[in-house]
Structures are given as C-alpha cells and as structure tokens.
C-alpha cells in the first residue's frame, strides 16, 4: 500500500501461491483491490510470471473494471454538476471522485456511490429534483436524498446538508460553522466538477471515519484516502485543521489515525496533523483489521438480531475509553431515541395482535 501512495518500491519479497491467495483475500476485504494492484505492479513489473495464473487473470480484470467504473464515475460527475449548473445551483462532489482524483493514478481507487452537495438547503433541494424529474424514486435521510441506481446508472447521493457527524453537539456546532464556511468556496477541478477546500475534506472526512468506526465499522480504504488527502495538502492547510482539532472534538480521532498513517503507511511526519497516539491507533487498528471495509465481515453481526444488537451496544461501552465525550452523546441520543419508541412499538404490537 505504500507503494500505491508513490513512495519507492522496496525490496523484493517472495510468495508461495497460498501466500498471494491470502493476500488477495485480504486486500478484497478492505475494497482495495485496484489501489495494491497498481502497488504491485510497481514492486514486481514481472507480477504476470510471479503471481498464480489464474489470480493474476482474475485480479488484472477486476483492477479493469475498476477503472471502467471510476471513469463511469468521473462522467457523470461532470454531468451532475452541469444538470445542478443549469438550474444555477452550485454544487460539490464529496468523497468519492473528488478523493480518486489526488491518488498516483485517478482510476485505481475501488468505488462507490456518489455523493453530490447541492447549495440551497433542504427545500431548494426537493424543489430542484422535482423539476429536473429525480424525486420520484429517492429516498429521503436526515442529510441527503438517494436516487437509485437506475436513473443514472449508479447510486447518487444528492446532500442538502454535507457531512458533519458529531453527536457531541457543541462539538458539532464548531464543527459546521468551519464547514459552512470551507464549503461556500469550491474548487473547480479538471474532471469537469467541483470539490471543496482541503481543509474542508480533512475535517469532514475526519469527522465520518469517527462515525463509521463507532458505527457499522471502518476499513483501510477510507484510511488510504485520508493519507492521499494530507499527501495532496498544503502545509498552511495541515496546520488550520490541526488548530481545529481540539474546538472539534476530533482530536482523539485524530490521534489514532495518524498513528495507523505512520505504522502501517509510514506517512512521513510533515503530514501528521497531531502526534500519533498508539493506544487509540491500536484500536483502530484491530477494528479495521478484524471487521473489514465498512465493517462486513464483523464477528459482531453474525447471529441473531438480538445478540447482534447486545454485542453493538457492549462495544460501545468499551469505546468510551477511545472517545470519552462523543461515545457519551452517542449512547444517550441512541437511549433516548430508543426510549421514545417504546410506547408507539408497544401500542403497534397490540394493534397487530388485535
């Protein structure tokens, strides 16, 4: 993985079939399958002759269709914003593209959805997807309306609100005033859309990692994208996010990732926001390692319903450690929604028995 972030190809290693096999297994697990191999390809430019056949035939056409898929992406993300332009709706590729396109090769990075913030708020929103005929078949959350994957092909997520999610509201609070400001000054990139501010990304992705890995889980792939985002920063904007750390919440956040940046992808030190700390680093470590990208192969949901919410629940309780304050909010407002509910399930189960 290192060598997929441009540092120098090391020493040679050697690997039996099994070993490359094992290898693989665990590179798809963390959806980074197009990232290693191009890795690879820079240590062992013979790999055809190293790597079992029918593995290096298998991966070489799914590192190809990862790079069909990203310019699928990079396309109608242009499009995206052009569609939004015309309605004079300004308009941010989040995440996604806007990270492929600062790695060593923009076609390499194992694709999702895409997520596009759209000015205005939510109701400027609405009313836009209703005109430009999108709002039939979305579904509706708290920050964004998801267009299924027939109407373009593949899932969009259209944000009204971009991406805070700090449950600790006067974390959060801070948290969006710095976003509100970062976001109203976008970047038109060469693929034909815009992105926002690196000092945007770093906190906003900060932010979502802490909230994917306190939720369903959080993978190496979202770690790469972090190092290729502090490799493509400016000193000036490195030092801004750090300052920002503590008012945020994200310092522990940060501390932990920056540790897993050093020892796993020997980040070199110019890029660390903070110093890294190895106890919460370790944590993170196990989670990703364990549990896989976004969490599905966790131990944790295996089972039934009821032990897979037991287990959710006694994990957080052994977070608080990590996070003392934003696990707190998190418990309580998961509590307390959970409490509100009771009476309306109840009342639901008696109508059903009735």
């Known amino acids: 993985m290192r060598t997929a972030l441009g540092d120098a190809p090391g020493e040679l290693v050697e690997l039996n079939a099994e070993e490359w096999n094992g290898l693989y297994k665990?590179?798809?697990?963390?959806?980074?399958?197009?990232v290693v191999f191009y890795g690879l390809q820079r240590v062992y430019p013979d790999i055809e002759s190293r790597m079992p056949k029918d593995l290096y035939l298998k991966w070489f056409y799914q590192a190809e269709a990862i790079r069909g898929l990203n310019q699928t992406h990079y396309e109608l993300s242009k499009k995206l914003t052009s569609?939004?332009?015309e309605q004079d709706a300004k308009s941010v590729i989040l995440k996604g593209q806007s990270n492929s396109r600062i790695y060593p090769d923009k076609f390499i990075r194992q694709t999702g959805d895409i997520d596009i913030w759209v000015a205005g708020g939510r109701d400027r929103v609405v009313s836009l997807l209703s005109q430009m005929g999108l709002l039939e078949k979305?579904?509706?959350?708290?920050?964004?309306?998801?267009?299924?994957?027939?109407?373009?092909?593949?899932?969009?997520?259209?944000?009204?609100?971009?991406?805070?999610?700090?449950?600790?509201p006067f974390a959060n609070k801070r948290l969006k005033q710095i976003l509100s400001y970062e976001i109203e000054n976008p970047v038109a990139v060469g693929e034909g859309f815009n992105v926002a501010s690196n000092k945007f990304s770093l906190l906003m992705q900060l932010s979502h990692i802490r909230k994917h890995l306190l939720g369903q889980g959080v993978g190496f792939r979202q770690i790469m994208d972090y190092a290729v985002l502090l490799q493509a920063s400016k000193e000036s904007e490195r030092a801004e996010v750090s300052e920002a750390l503590a008012k945020?919440?994200?310092?522990?956040?940060?501390?932990?990732?920056?540790w897993v940046l050093s020892e796993c992808l020997g980040l070199k030190d110019e890029y660390l926001l903070c110093a890294p700390d190895a106890s919460r680093g370790r944590?993170?470590?196990?989670?990703?390692?364990?549990?896989?990208?976004?969490?599905?192969?966790?131990?944790?949901?295996?089972?039934?319903?009821?032990?897979?919410?037991?287990?959710?629940?006694?994990?957080?309780?052994?977070?608080?450690?990590?996070?003392?304050p934003e696990v707190s909010w998190f418990l309580l407002r998961y509590w307390g929604v959970f409490l509100y509910y009771i009476p309306k399930r109840l009342y639901l189960l008696y109508k059903y028995k009735r």
């Open 26 to 34: 665990q590179v798809a697990r963390q959806s980074l399958l197009g």
């Open 83 to 85: 569609l939004f332009a």
């Open 138 to 168: 979305g579904k509706f959350s708290a920050h964004e309306v998801t267009l299924p994957r027939d109407v373009f092909g593949v899932d969009v997520e259209v944000h009204f609100n971009y991406i805070y999610d700090c449950r600790n």
């Open 248 to 258: 945020t919440g994200l310092r522990p956040m940060a501390g932990a990732l920056m």
């Open 283 to 324: 944590v993170l470590l196990a989670e990703m390692s364990d549990d896989g990208n976004f969490g599905k192969n966790a131990k944790r949901k295996r089972g039934g319903v009821f032990m897979w919410w037991v287990r959710n629940r006694l994990r957080l309780v052994r977070m608080l450690s990590f996070d003392f």
